[in-house]
C-alpha cells in the first residue's frame, strides 16, 4: 500500500476500510514527516471547506465531581477517597453561563460526574432557567449515561446536544478500562438514544489509554464513521496519581493530532474540539489541533477556586490559556493561525432541531 494515495483516497471520499486506516496510522511517518504535514493541510483545507476557517467556541461549566462511577482511569471516580468533592448549584451556574454571555460564548457546556443528586427535576430547572435567560444559546449536556426518559425531558427542557464518549469500540478493551457494572452496550445504547431523541450528539474516545492497541483505534474510528454523530470528542489519556493506571504514560501528541486529522477526514462535517487534554500534554498542543483539522475550543467557566477540583488527571490546565479569563489572547493566537472566532452558535451543518417524538 502506498501512503499517499492512502492519504488522498481518503481526503477524496472521506472513508478507508480497516486495513487501510491501519497501514496509514502504523505507516506513516516512515519516509519522513511531510506526508503528516500533508494529512494535516488536507484536514484543514477539509474544515474550512464545511465550516470556514471558523472556531467555534464552547463554555465549559464543571457542575460537579460527585461520581457514582469508578471508571479506572478517571480522577474523580467514586473510590478516589482523595478528592474534595463539591456541586455547583442553579445559581452557580447561572453565574458561569453569565460571564460567558458577556464574552460572547453561544454554548454553555454542563459537564459532571454521575451525581445523583441531580434528579430530573433538579437538572431540567436548571436546563430551562439557562434556555429562558439565554434564548440565542445551545446548551450542551455532558452528564453521562441516563435513562431514555431522563435524556428525553432533558432535551424538552432545552438541551441541544449531549457529549457521551463511547471511550473505546472494543469489548475486551472496554472492560480493562471500567468496572463490570458498567457496560459498552448500554453506552452505545445511550448514544442511540440520544440520536433519536433529536440532540447533536458527541461520542469519541481517549488516544494511548491503558491497553489500547492501533486496531481498537481503528475500530473506534470505523465506530464513528458509522454512528456519524455530529461532535467528536478525542485527546489523549493522562495518568491521574490516585488511580490504578497511574504509572502509564501520557498519550503522544503526534499520534494524537493523527487520529484528529483521520477523524476530521473521515468525518468532514464534524465539530471537532482540540481538547484540554491536548492541550495539557504540551503548551502548543492546541494550536496544533486547530492546524489538524479541529474547530471547536472548550474555555474553563467554572468557578475559578473549584477548577483545580475537577480533576480528572494530572496536571489539567483550568487557569491557563484555555480558561475564559484569557479571552483576548485565545483570540489573538486564533488569528495568528489564519482562524477566527465564530460568535454563532455553532450548530453541525446537518442539524435542524426538531420536536420530539
Ligand atoms: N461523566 C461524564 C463526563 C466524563 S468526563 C461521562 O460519563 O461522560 C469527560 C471525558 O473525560 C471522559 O469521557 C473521558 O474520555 C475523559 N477522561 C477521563 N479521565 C481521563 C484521563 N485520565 N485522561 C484523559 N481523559 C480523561
Known amino acids: 500500500m502506498d501512503i499517499e494515495y492512502l492519504i488522498n483516497k481518503l481526503s477524496t471520499t472521506n472513508s478507508l476500510c480497516f486495513d487501510e486506516l491501519l497501514y496509514l496510522i502504523k505507516n506513516i511517518d516512515k519516509q519522513g514527516l511531510e506526508l503528516r504535514q500533508n494529512l494535516y493541510k488536507l484536514a484543514s483545507h477539509t474544515r474550512d471547506k464545511y465550516y470556514g476557517n471558523k472556531v467555534f467556541l464552547r463554555g465549559l461549566v464543571e457542575v460537579s465531581n460527585y461520581c457514582k462511577s469508578d471508571c479506572y482511569y478517571c480522577g474523580i471516580r467514586c473510590s478516589n477517597k482523595n478528592v474534595d468533592r463539591y456541586r455547583l448549584d442553579k445559581k452557580d451556574i447561572l453565574d458561569c453561563c453569565e460571564i460567558g454571555y458577556k464574552i460572547g460564548y453561544k454554548t454553555f457546556v454542563l459537564q459532571s460526574g454521575e451525581d445523583l443528586y441531580f434528579d430530573d427535576d433538579k437538572m431540567c430547572d436548571i436546563i430551562s432557567c439557562i434556555k429562558n435567560k439565554y434564548p440565542d444559546c445551545a446548551i450542551t449536556l455532558s452528564l453521562g449515561e441516563k435513562s431514555y426518559d431522563t435524556y428525553k425531558k432533558y432535551f424538552l427542557s432545552g438541551a441541544d446536544r449531549y457529549l457521551l464518549r463511547h471511550e473505546t469500540s472494543s469489548e475486551s478493551h472496554y472492560s480493562k478500562l471500567h468496572p463490570s457494572n458498567l457496560k459498552l452496550s448500554n453506552r452505545k ?156 452558535r455553532g450548530d453541525n451543518i446537518n442539524w435542524r432541531r426538531v420536536k420530539c417524538l
Open 189 to 344: 445504547e445511550c448514544l442511540e438514544n440520544l440520536k433519536e431523541i433529536g440532540f447533536q450528539i458527541g461520542a469519541g474516545f481517549m488516544v494511548d489509554s491503558p491497553f489500547q492497541t492501533d486496531e481498537d483505534i481503528v475500530n473506534d474510528l470505523l465506530y464513528l464513521k458509522e454512528l456519524n454523530p455530529h461532535m467528536v470528542g478525542i485527546g489523549p489519556f493522562i495518568p491521574h496519581h490516585d488511580t490504578i493506571f497511574k504509572d502509564y504514560k501520557p498519550g503522544d501528541l503526534n499520534k494524537t493530532l493523527l487520529i484528529l486529522s483521520i477523524t476530521r477526514l473521515l468525518l468532514p462535517a464534524s465539530l471537532l474540539p482540540a481538547t484540554t487534554a491536548l492541550a495539557s500534554i504540551d503548551p502548543k498542543g492546541r494550536n496544533m489541533g486547530l492546524l489538524a483539522g479541529c474547530n471547536v475550543i472548550m474555555p474553563n467557566l467554572s468557578p475559578y477556586e473549584l477548577r483545580n477540583k475537577y480533576s480528572l488527571y494530572d496536571n489539567k490546565l483550568s487557569t491557563g490559556c484555555e480558561a475564559y479569563e484569557y479571552h483576548k489572547s485565545l483570540e489573538d493566537t486564533i488569528n495568528n493561525l489564519g482562524l477566527s472566532i465564530d460568535y454563532s
